[in-house]
């Protein structure tokens, strides 16, 4: 057989500890049942990597990860597949490591058509096994579900202790913790550009809200909108070109569009009213938003010329924070109503809302990129964390950090730098 070689592009960043403590509950409805068999070569490094790809299929949800029970084949040959009854398929293979670099070579093994699925090789800097590991998750998720993992993207969130407030980037495990800024004043509402490489955010550093866009691989940073009164809620256009920002320097809050650079700015809703936390389309021919022009806080659509205004939302006593699924066949919502936030989902073509947690403190979701998971920030002994509930609201999660509050999540992009 043809091997397929991927070499990873990593960030250089610390690895050491998990800044997230994660708690998994609830399963999909049929689960796929795998076995990771350990790679031939070294012990220790091979540990690590079946961790974190068992880790990663169990945080999906979707998968039943099988002991291997000292069944360790590492080539087809030595298989016995009726050793595997009642797995679907095993991975198996080896990993070297030589000059500062891990080289994995992995078969996908079906064992009930007992043929290879696939054989991939992933390499990446010996400092970055996770990196290579999430990676071959991604691939074996792919192919067993149909569906692209986002075990190898990022999230964004801001981390408050103290006085200190840190916008911080992390792998989607946890792991990884990369400070973006820190500040004793606030900072809000990290928003990925579509290439992964910058991040907008909000900061009160100069003692008001103002815009800022920073890139990851430089660390340079941009003041875009510092305009008088309050400048909020940046989201970026799928061309990165241009952002949608709220600005209250012509009256009530408003939304513009505003080009990267920060050149370029008009307005596009006239409300009169609040207009604020904007989303764009997939496609970028839409803006959805959260206005309370109809007396209480809900979500409407419109062009981007501000034209065919449509409210979206009727359920529920507050509706806010939306944002589009990849497809752009819904959008995901934090919805107030009795006391508690909840998330929630509405179709598009069918109206049909969907509550998918059981409502606490939950708020600002958004959905990772393939659509199969939501992330959102909400509240757990008195602290605040990042959570994640399935699009189908099955499976649920919650990312305890070891110091400090999060707020403010964000899940990157597939793009990476």
């Given amino acids: 057989m043809k091997w397929l070689l991927s070499v990873a592009l990593l960030m250089c960043i610390n690895l050491a500890q998990a800044a997230l403590e994660i708690e998994i509950s609830g399963a999909g409805e049929n689960q796929i049942p795998v076995s990771i068999v350990p790679f031939d070569g070294d012990p220790t490094l091979s540990q690590n990597l079946v961790k974190v790809i068992t880790d990663d299929l169990l945080r999906s949800g979707l998968f039943k990860v099988m002991d291997t029970v000292g069944r360790e084949p590492h080539e087809p040959k030595q298989i016995n597949f009726a050793d595997w009854q009642g797995v679907d398929a095993i991975s198996i293979g080896k990993v070297t490591q030589a000059d500062g670099k891990i080289e994995v070579r992995f078969r996908l093994i079906d064992t009930l058509k007992k043929n290879e699925m696939l054989g991939q090789i992933i390499s990446g800097p010996a400092d970055q096994s996770r990196k290579v590991a999430h990676r071959i998750a991604d691939i074996i998720f792919a192919r067993l579900t149909g569906s692209a993992g986002v075990f190898s993207t990022r999230i964004a969130y801001i981390n408050r202790q103290g ?15 990369q400070t973006i800024v820190s500040s ?7 928003s990925w550009s579509p290439d992964g490489s910058r991040i907008a955010y909000v900061s009160f550093e100069q003692g008001r809200a103002m815009i800022f866009v920073q890139s990851l691989l430089t660390q340079n940073r941009r003041l875009i909108a510092s305009f008088p009164g309050s400048n909020s809620a940046p989201a970026w256009s799928p061309d990165g070109q241009q952002l949608a920002v709220v600005l209250t320097h012509e009256g009530s809050s408003q939304i513009y569009l505003i080009r990267a650079d920060g050149s370029n ?3 596009i809703t006239n409300s009169g009213v609040i207009d604020t936390e904007p989303c764009f389309s997939p496609d970028g021919r839409s803006i959805i938003f959260t206005s309370d022009r109809g007396g209480n ?3 409407y ?7 065919q205004v449509q409210r979206l939302t009727f359920e529920g006593r507050n509706n806010f924070s939306p944002r589009f699924s990849p497809d752009g066949k819904s959008f995901v919502f934090s919805q107030f109503n009795k006391g508690s936030f909840f ?3 509405q179709d598009f073509e069918t109206a049909q809302l969907q509550q998918l947690t059981s409502g606490n403190w939950d708020k600002k979701p958004s959905f990772a990129p393939n659509g199969k998971l939501i992330l959102f ?3 757990a002994s008195g602290r605040g964390i990042l959570a994640s509930v399935s699009s189908d609201g099955r499976v649920k999660q919650k990312m305890f950090s070891q110091q400090g509050d999060i707020h403010e999540p964000m899940w990157s992009p597939y793009n990476q730098p």
């Fill in 297 to 299: 806080p809900q979500i």
């Fill in 343 to 345: 998330i929630a989902t």
């Fill in 377 to 379: 920030a909400s509240e």
């Fill in 184 to 190: 004793n004043e606030p900072l809000m509402s990290p």
């Fill in 265 to 267: 700015v008009r307005r």
């Fill in 301 to 307: 659509r419109m062009q981007l010329d501000g034209s």
């Fill in 163 to 177: 006085q200190q407030n840190r916008l911080v980037v992390a792998d989607s495990d946890g792991y990884g913790e």
